[in-house]
Nanobody
């Protein structure tokens, strides 16, 4: 089993920045695709960003390109999402995800084995 514990998040003013982190613990693994999804009220869950544990390749949804940055700290086994220039449309519950069986970068929610509990990001005017 793998556990994902998220931190960071809350209320941010439009144009501001926020960083969410995810600590990954449990059984050891060498290869994984780590990432973030989000879900706004009344909307479907959507892909935000992903990063491969080996190699560090990244992929972003168009909505976050140029504003969001996903990174990892291999020593601490954490993955973070830095969000800049936040807009109202970014308000959602953000989930940390891990796919231990991936073979290539993808954005399919159903393929991610483990999900964090999620944390709310609110963006004020």
């Amino acid at each position: 089993q793998v556990q994902l514990v998220e931190s960071g998040g809350g209320l941010v003013q439009a144009g501001g920045s926020l960083r969410r982190s995810c600590a990954i613990s449990g059984r050891p693994f060498s290869s994984a695709l780590m990432g973030w999804f989000r879900q706004a009220p009344g909307k479907e869950r959507e892909f935000v960003a992903a990063l491969s544990k080996i190699g560090g390749a990244t992929y972003y949804a168009d909505s976050g390109k140029g504003r969001f940055s996903i990174s990892r700290d291999s020593a601490k086994n954490t993955v973070a999402l830095q969000m800049n220039s936040l807009i109202h449309e970014d308000a959602a519950v953000y989930y940390c995800v891990v796919d231990l069986n991936y073979q290539f970068l993808h954005t399919r929610a159903s393929a991610f084995d483990y999900w964090g509990r999620g944390g709310q990001l609110s963006v004020s005017s």
